[in-house]
């Protein structure tokens, strides 16, 4: 059995989560309409793979090594 507060905590905490992925997204949504207004690219650098369904092209490194990911859309 788990203490209240802890269950408070926990809880919380996925909260916050989800409060971040959910205004990473409201970012790279406005990076992407700026960026194709402008005709640009924009290059992000995430650890986060939540969010990689934001993206149009993927690149992932492993050992050094630069590739486009099979998961591109």
Not at 9 to 30: M, Q
Request: no cysteine; charged share 30%.
């Amino acid at each position: 059995m788990e203490p209240v507060g802890q269950r408070a905590e926990s809880a919380s905490r996925e909260s916050g989560a989800a409060a971040r992925v959910a205004l990473l997204r409201a970012h790279y949504d406005e990076f992407r309409k700026v960026a194709r207004e402008q005709g640009t690219a924009v290059v992000v650098v995430t650890h986060d793979h939540r969010t990689l369904d934001v993206f149009d092209t993927i690149y992932e490194m492993e050992d050094g090594v630069l590739s486009r990911s099979a998961k591109t859309a």
